[in-house]
């Protein structure tokens, strides 16, 4: 690739004090290409922008100078710190054929992955921390909204995950701008697109983020399009008229109970009729939701909080088949079901009752403080307890305390004793626990 910047040289760039070192290059897109660089000693990103870019977007610098100021929404967002543009002698010192701008961000870790790389199966994530990422984008894009921003183009390209824990990072917040501005000329990526935006009836917003919110949590627990089934295999030649069609005139959700047209196909659309089962139905009807009604009435597709809610609930319902070791979200774990994997019946789990909800017993389950207060929304980055297997008997499961103050069990045998922070309690023996955040009752 032919680098705007030079690898290794020490260029001088208005609003830094010091001289930046292009590290390295790191890849390019239609806007521009994004480096590594290195600011008096801290590594960081730099996106600098194509001259054509600018030309058609003439208030990038505007928005992003706004997006600088009012700082990122949470530290998932990859968010703009710093706006350059370079120097009269930069300018000259690499030829730049027009001074233009870039943007200093946040280093992506290398534990991160294009969430595009679980899309397409190339890398190995638990269905559990696909949920997780799921929950994080709706968490992120919820405190994104509450500042009044919209992000414009939602997809598969803006997302990375870590595969041992489910936790994203967002990029590309450049194109982010105030709900209801329309300085720019973003529309969003082709099959995340809200059919009102593809059909220029209305501008990107929130509500069109929420339909590209759901495309995206659709393509990531199922990998698969929701709007790709016997509709478009009908189409010969699948040009813009044809996708115009499908993702705008009329658009159809492959599992839309009251229209069959657009059902999957067997054989083209396997991973779609193998996963949509999976997941409980109070997950499933908020696509219902945001697909079927929501389809061509915006303001009646499920909300962040919503996704929040139901991703929550799903983790929770998390059981392990004791045949298989496959993770499953029964409807209602203690009704008696198969195993979507292996078709085994389920073993009855042990439940975890709390004064916000019930947890399944399974390893590597966890418990959050919105368990114990309905008041408190849901939260996934700091469990106080844990599910944990016995090192030599997996059978044997235990409850680890994660949180800093001591709980008392009582046992089956009547006794108390207390567990400590980082200590864990059998619980097959326990009857009930007490928690300075609440009690905990284990049922069958």
């Given amino acids: 690739m032919n680098w705007i910047l030079p690898e290794g040289r020490s260029l001088d760039f208005k609003g830094l004090s010091t001289p930046l070192t292009v590290v390295r290059g790191l890849g390019g897109g239609g806007q521009g290409q994004v480096f590594e660089v290195n600011v008096a000693g801290e590594h960081l990103a730099l996106k600098w922008y194509f001259p054509n870019c600018l030309a058609r977007d003439p208030s990038l610098p505007k928005r992003l100078a706004e997006s600088i100021r009012a700082t990122a929404p949470n530290s998932d967002f990859l968010w703009p710190i710093a706006l350059l543009r370079p120097t009269a002698a930069t300018a000259v010192g690499i030829n730049l054929s027009e001074p233009g701008c870039g943007y200093l961000m946040g280093l992506r870790p290398p534990a991160f992955v294009g969430a595009i790389e679980h899309y397409s199966g190339r890398i190995e994530i638990s269905l559990k921390n696909v949920l997780r990422a799921g929950f994080f984008l709706a968490d992120d894009f919820h405190d994104l909204h509450s500042k009044g921003l919209c992000y414009k183009d939602i997809s598969l390209g803006n997302i990375f995950l870590d595969p041992a824990t489910g936790s994203i990072l967002i990029c590309d917040n450049d194109n982010v701008d105030i709900d209801g501005r329309e300085l720019s000329s973003v529309l969003g990526t082709p099959g995340f697109i809200a059919p009102e935006v593809l059909m220029g009836r209305a501008r990107p917003g929130t509500n069109s983020d929420l339909f590209s919110l759901a495309v995206l949590l659709f393509r990531l627990l199922t990998r698969h399009d929701p709007l790709k089934g016997q509709m478009e295999l009908a189409i010969d030649c699948l040009d813009e008229p044809a996708r115009r069609r499908i993702y705008g005139k009329d658009p159809v959700f492959i599992f839309d109970p009251a229209d069959q047209r657009n059902r999957p196909n067997p054989q083209e659309h396997a991973a779609a009729l193998i996963t949509w089962p999976i ?24 909300l962040t909080g919503q996704w929040k809610e139901a991703l929550a609930k799903t983790i929770d319902r998390r059981q392990l088949c004791h045949q298989c070791g496959q993770e499953n979200f029964p409807n209602q774990p203690a009704t008696p079901t198969e195993c979507w994997h292996c078709s085994k019946p389920l073993n009855k789990p042990q439940i975890l009752r709390l004064a916000n909800g019930a947890v399944t017993v399974s390893a590597d389950n966890e418990l959050y403080p919105h368990h114990f207060d309905p008041l408190k929304p849901p939260q996934l980055k700091a469990p106080v307890a844990q599910v944990l297997q016995h090192p030599t008997d997996a059978s044997i499961l235990g409850l680890k305390n994660l949180s800093s103050e001591s709980w008392t069990a009582i046992l089956a045998n009547g006794t108390k004793t207390t567990i400590e922070s980082g200590k864990t309690c059998n619980l097959a023996a326990l009857i009930q626990l007490y928690t300075p955040m609440g009690d905990v009752i284990p049922t069958i």
């Fill in 279 to 302: 997941y409980p139905l109070e997950l499933q009807k908020l696509f219902l939701q945001t697909f079927c009604k929501g389809m061509k009435s915006p303001a009646k597709r499920a």
